[in-house]
């Protein structure tokens, strides 16, 4: 019996081996880690997202986008979860939309180009 778990010198739980995650999982945890990129970028983890220090609108614009295609090519593996994913990408192109001083046409933006026209 072989154990498909590394245990990490630092006292970190045990690893699990990547060919051991079912691919719903790891989609799902690269949806989530998109979300958080772009919000930061967006400034939203700031009360004042306006004055944030971390806000980069170029950069958010590339995580929203990747966030779309991932989302959108993923949706029927997803199941219940591919919902709540829309949901908060919907929040996110919104998001950039509010921040941007000007926003882009309806369907120009952020992964607009896999998710059509974000109102």
């Known amino acids: 019996m ?7 010198s630092d006292g970190a739980p045990p690893a699990r081996d990547l060919a051991d995650i079912p691919a719903v ?12 990129a772009a919000a930061e970028k967006l400034g939203l983890s700031c009360p004042d997202p306006d004055a944030s220090e971390r806000r980069d609108l170029d950069e958010a614009r590339r995580l929203i986008t990747a966030l779309a295609g991932l989302v959108t090519a993923s949706a029927q593996y997803l199941g219940p979860h ?10 996110l192109q919104l998001a950039f939309r ?10 120009q933006g952020p992964g607009e ?3 059509g026209p974000v109102q």
Request: proline letters at 7%.
């Open 82 to 91: 591919a919902g709540p994913m829309r949901d908060g990408l919907k929040s």
């Open 98 to 107: 509010e921040a941007s001083s000007a926003p882009d046409e309806p369907g």
């Open 25 to 36: 999982e790891v989609i799902s945890r690269a949806a989530v880690m998109l979300m958080s």
């Open 2 to 8: 072989t154990d498909s778990t590394t245990s990490l």
């Open 113 to 115: 180009k896999y998710t």
